[in-house]
């Protein structure tokens, strides 16, 4: 059994209007998506903005009302409240966020801040608190002066090192990471990722890693699921996405991941340039009537697409993949 | 589990008292801290404090040692005595009664009002506020409509048809009747800030720390927006002091034998007493005009203060 099983999970926002503020249309934020994620992994969720990530972020931590689909966590479905409460499940569950200012409490300081979960979770003594707050900052490799300190006072990197000291406060099984390092310099985003994965050997954590770049998940995720538009369009290993990628989008994807070695970029651009091409001609191809993504079939044990049948099996002979 | 964050940190409990002192002189200014400062520096506010303040807590005391029925007996001989004559600083009115033991028992009972229609006014319109701006969907839509209800009301009658039908009256049931109408303007504004601090990441963070709403409304978000609390506070301060006085000044507000600012500016309605009686009317109009400057100056600087705090919450 996975440690957590997410089953053609769908969440519709209504749009309401009117003075008796009937439901009038709804956005499909996410529809239908299924994909599992193991104890100790890093899953990468990979798409545009607009996706659907955060929701579905959202929904795995408990944050969002699910409209339909099922998110079993140890066989239990936590899309119920009443389960979430019955478990203490946000304290095995936890999630940092994108914008690291928003997402500490300017009003705060950082003992409070970081203390949040564990007096809600632990209920320990004041010294006990105190101590594992610390060692929380240390972990992070923040100076104990940060106590008592509010976030303005701290640079973008190292709030974020203060998200993740919170989010593993109560040593959780699962953090929820929704695009930690966007926000953050290239020579920063390289530090904060260290420092996720350090904690994940020391503390045995799995991560759901979301992102809009593949090019910072390479160097993080074993098993990746790419979002396009509230459905999932490719699902595969590492290699998969990367050496055999057999949808248009993600091929887009890959194609935007910046280049960073200067001679190459106008090769890079031309590269780019012919996957955008291809990907207007043939978008036909790839999506159904309505312009969405076709039902996932598997192409091998580990590889699946959004195409129809044939193309797909068509597509990965060329791309000489092992058939299933 | 203790174990766990003890072996990968390089901390154990013999750090602990050291390195909570070393944070400690590292700490930062709170923003109460921060809001004196202003105060400190700036001379006039300073000034506008200390009247305010001031004057509140002498009209307090003072009026504990007035005799207020005795003060209020009419006394025909000293008819509209001037001003430092037969021992009246103030003069006296149409009924030789002292204008400024009335001024004093006034203000009182004036500044009283305005004080408990803020507070109660206030709370309620921020609780609710708060709650039907955190809440939103229908527990918002539903508090929204008794707001849009409430707004619909014309308030000024409806206090004049409250108060005449109410037999027995005084300046607290006067207080609670005026707060019935006085707290949706405030609800407002306050919700539609909550509207937009309820959207921000550190609210899904308290939530999934395992914080309740309750506790998420009141200790999270409401500290967020205390600058907007502290001057919206103030702001109705000044304002709260001129319902009371306007409402008896048109003859609906306190009973006839209960001094208030609105009844002595009301003895401006006699054109005789305007220019020849003037001080009947004028020091109480005085003291309105100087109260609600400082008072919103106060306000001002409160916002600055507030502001500036916030500024360097949002600043990089
Ligand atoms: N609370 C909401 N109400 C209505 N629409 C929403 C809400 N939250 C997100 N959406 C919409 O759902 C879609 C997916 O959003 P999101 O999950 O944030 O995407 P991503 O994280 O991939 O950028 C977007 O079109 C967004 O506008
Ligand atoms: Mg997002």
């Not at chain 2, 014309?154 to 109408?181: E, K």
Request: proline share 3%; net charge neutral.
């Amino acid at each position: 059994m996975s440690l957590v099983e997410i089953k053609d999970l769908k969440v519709h926002y209504p749009i309401r209007s009117g003075f008796w503020n009937r439901v009038t249309d709804s956005v499909k934020a996410v529809d239908g998506i299924t994909f599992n994620i193991e104890a100790g992994e890093t899953y990468g969720l990979v798409g545009e903005s607009g996706s659907g990530k955060s929701t579905t972020g959202k929904s795995v931590v408990g944050l969002e009302k699910v409209t339909s689909g099922s998110i079993l966590y140890n066989g239990k479905d936590i899309t119920k409240a009443d389960n979430r409460r019955k478990l203490d499940y946000n304290r095995d569950v936890q999630m940092i966020f994108q914008d690291s200012l928003s997402s500490l409490n300017p009003r705060k300081r950082i003992e409070d801040i970081i203390a949040e979960p564990l007096r809600n979770f632990e209920h320990l003594s004041k010294d006990d608190e105190k101590l594992r707050v610390l060692q929380l900052l240390n972990i992070v490799g923040l100076d104990a002066d940060a106590l008592y300190k509010y976030p303005h006072q701290f640079s973008g990197g190292q709030r974020q090192r203060i998200g993740v000291a919170r989010a593993v406060a109560t040593n959780p099984k699962l953090i929820i990471a929704d695009e930690p390092v966007s926000a953050l310099d290239l020579s920063v985003q390289a530090q904060v990722l260290n420092f996720m994965k350090k904690i994940q050997r020391e503390f045995g954590i799995s991560y759901l890693f979301i992102s809009h770049d593949l090019g910072v998940v390479r160097h993080m995720c074993n098993n990746i699921a790419i979002m396009n538009r509230g459905r999932l369009v490719e699902i595969g290993t590492r290699e998969d996405i990367y050496n055999h990628p057999l949808h248009i989008y993600t091929k887009r994807l890959l194609a935007a991941i910046p280049e960073t070695n200067v001679n190459q970029r106008a090769a890079h651009r031309a590269s780019r340039l012919a996957v955008e091409k291809i990907y207007e001609d043939q978008q036909s191809k790839y999506y159904d009537e309505d312009g969405m993504a076709y039902p996932l079939v598997q192409v091998s044990p580990t590889h699946s697409v959004a195409l129809p049948e044939t193309i797909a099996k068509q597509l990965a002979s060329q791309e000489g993949e092992v058939q299933a | 589990m203790a174990e766990n964050f003890e072996q990968h940190s390089d901390i154990s409990a013999a750090d602990l008292a050291r390195l909570n002192q070393e944070a400690q002189a590292e700490a930062t200014p709170s923003t109460a801290k921060i809001i004196w400062n202003e105060f400190k520096a700036d001379k006039p506010a300073m000034a506008a404090l200390i009247i305010v303040v001031g004057f509140i807590v002498f009209v307090m005391i003072g009026a504990l040692f007035i005799n207020t029925p005795k003060m209020m007996e009419t006394n025909i001989m000293d008819y509209f005595d001037k001003p430092f004559t037969d021992g009246f600083w103030l003069g006296a009115d149409s009924g030789g009664r002292s204008v400024a033991k009335q001024l004093i028992v006034g203000s009182r009972n004036s500044i009283g009002i305005a004080i408990g229609l803020t507070i109660i006014s206030s709370t309620f319109g921020i609780a609710w506020g708060l709650v039907s701006g955190y809440f939103s969907g229908y527990i918002d839509w539903g508090m929204q409509r008794v707001y849009d209800f409430m707004m619909m009301l014309p308030m000024t009658m409806m206090i004049i048809v409250l108060v005449t039908i109410i037999p027995h009256y005084n300046s607290v049931s006067l207080t609670f009747i005026f707060s019935i109408f006085y707290w949706e303007g405030t609800s407002r504004l306050i919700r539609s800030r909550t509207l937009a601090e309820t959207q921000k990441d550190y609210v899904a963070a308290s939530k999934t720390s395992g914080t309740n709403h309750w506790k998420i409304i009141f200790k999270e978000i409401m500290p967020n927006i205390s600058s907007l609390i502290i001057v919206d506070c103030t702001l109705s301060f000044a304002e709260n002091i001129g319902v009371e006085t306007g409402l008896s000044y048109l003859g609906f507000g306190l009973p006839n034998q209960t001094p208030s600012l609105g009844t002595m500016i009301a003895n401006a309605n006699d054109p005789s007493n305007i220019t020849l009686y003037w001080w009947t009317w004028l020091p109480a109009a005085l003291e309105i005009v100087v109260l609600c400057l400082s008072i919103s100056y106060i306000g001002q600087v409160l916002r600055r203060a507030a502001d500036s705090s916030q500024r360097q919450g949002a600043a990089d």
